[in-house]
């Protein structure tokens, strides 16, 4: 490990020596990221004896280095470790069940790497190639279907492996290529780590690294921003996407969605909606057809005190019938994001384990009427408050396994949930938010089951 961390400084010292010699610019930073995390019946809303409550603290450090040669070429790297510790009673499960520990001392992985080149011989083109995140800029709408692309490690990272082509046809109009590929763990670039139950079949770890995707998958994305007016954004898109077989996935498959996003807005009024047709097949021959969208709209009350911007909208995503051969049910792809809330999104772990392993955040079988409300009630404070109402599109037929106490299989009725979030920026370099959500379950679930809890406090410093 010593070893390791000496390149990784020399890495960093070779590249600022680089960029000191040749480069523009050169803005090195980190950021330090505390969070205590607290689940009250999260995963099984109390029906079983293996999910205890859990109280954790997660501590991710990143280090990186932003450089710019020129105007047409610049690089980025950054480094991420995210150790956990657990109050308890949740203990993490080391070396094939013979130790336990409250202490995960994580990896340390090459977060970002990539490389910019801007209008090669003077076309209409960016392109950024190697390991890269789709946040913040390069953020591709709501982050519906393309989100985070490694679901195994949490909100620790975010990247894809992918190559991506920018073509920028007029002002306010241009289109993405991008290939992307993600292994199931990390054969691309080296990390540390303790290889915690290790060639377990369906552990967290696989061959002394963790695991960031149940299996092995492709993808290939076209997508279309058109910008016709300040009102109107519309913004077309086409992703391919191959799952392989694995010992969390018992078959591939081959997917195509075709989507269309946009946003209209009209003064203080807005309507923004997105919906997506999926088909393909698995690789057994069983075919896949399904639908998802969501549709809001809002006002932001500006001559209002603290500002308030009401949001009323709702989400469809188709589930699997039962009594068919196909697969209707929707497919998030590589969103893997909170998208209505977060709560939820751990709950529905026990429904897509066959599909997608043990990672929360695959969206499918969901109706949602959800409301909204943000408010500033002072400088640098954001308030949002959300109830969200939420059924399934079809019912469940779990009765066998760990989790067979936890559904009705009858009714379609996932409850409803409420939602309180706060995000203080204190200044430049330190902001802080707190999250609070209560789930009251419904008639698709059993009559064991209880309310849920979550709440995740955060304090982030940035250099």
């Not at 998958?217 to 076209?222: A, D, K, S, V």
């Not at 018992?250 to 009024?269: I, K, Q, W």
């Not at 068919?324 to 893997?336: A, P, V």
């Amino acid at each position: 490990m010593r070893k390791f961390i000496w390149l990784i400084l020399m890495l960093f010292l070779f590249l600022d020596l680089f960029s000191f010699c040749y480069a523009f610019t050169n803005e090195p930073g980190a950021a330090i990221r505390l969070r205590q995390e607290i689940w009250d019946k999260v995963i099984d809303l109390g029906t079983t004896e293996t999910q205890p409550e859990r109280n954790f603290f997660r501590f991710r450090l990143q280090l990186w280095d932003n450089m710019k040669f020129n105007d047409n070429f610049g690089a980025y790297i950054r480094l991420t470790t995210e150790p956990k510790y657990n109050n308890g009673p949740y203990e993490l499960t080391l070396d094939r069940g013979t130790n336990r520990k409250n202490f995960d001392q994580d990896e340390l992985v090459i977060d970002n790497l990539y490389v910019d080149i801007n209008k090669p011989f003077d076309l209409p083109v960016s392109l950024r190639i190697g390991r890269q995140d789709f946040l913040g800029s390069e953020f591709y709408g709501e982050g519906f279907l393309i989100y985070d692309g490694t679901p195994g490690d949490g909100t620790k990272t975010f990247y894809f492996n992918a190559i991506r082509a920018r073509i920028f046809i007029t002002k306010g109009h241009s289109v993405d290529l991008v290939y992307m590929s993600l292994p199931k763990t990390d054969i691309y670039l080296p990390s540390i780590h303790p290889a915690y139950y290790d060639k377990d079949p369906g552990g967290l770890y696989k061959d002394h690294k963790k695991r960031i995707a149940a299996s092995d998958e492709q993808g290939f994305w076209i997508y279309g921003r058109h910008k016709f007016s300040e009102s109107i954004l519309i913004e077309p898109y086409y992703i391919y996407k191959t799952k392989d077989e694995s010992d969390m996935i018992p078959v591939g498959s081959h997917l195509n969605t075709f989507g269309l996003r946009a946003v209209f807005t009209l003064g203080d009024n807005f309507i923004k909606g997105e919906i997506a047709k999926q088909f393909g097949e698995y690789k057994n021959g069983n075919d896949i057809s399904a639908l998802g969208g969501y549709l809001y709209i809002g006002r932001t009350f500006k001559n209002c005190p603290w500002t308030p911007t009401l949001e009323i909208g709702g989400a469809y995503l188709s589930g699997d019938k039962p009594n068919t051969k196909k697969d209707e049910g929707f497919d998030s792809l590589f969103s893997w994001a909170p998208q209505w809330n977060e709560l939820l999104l751990y709950t529905y772990l026990p429904e897509t384990l066959s599909k997608v392993g043990p990672f929360p955040g695959f969206w499918t079988n969901q109706i949602a009427l959800i409301t909204k409300v943000k408010f500033v009630p002072i400088k640098d404070l954001n308030i949002t408050l959300s109830y969200q109402h939420l059924w399934a599109d079809e019912k469940t037929n779990i009765t066998t396994g760990t989790f067979r106490n936890m559904f009705s299989n009858n009714g379609r009725d996932r409850g409803d949930l409420w939602m309180f979030v706060a995000k203080y920026k204190f200044n430049e370099k330190i902001d802080g938010f707190f999250q609070l959500e209560h789930l009251l379950p419904g008639n698709f679930y059993s009559d064991k089951a209880r309310n849920a809890t979550f709440m995740r406090i955060q304090l982030q410093y940035k250099i």
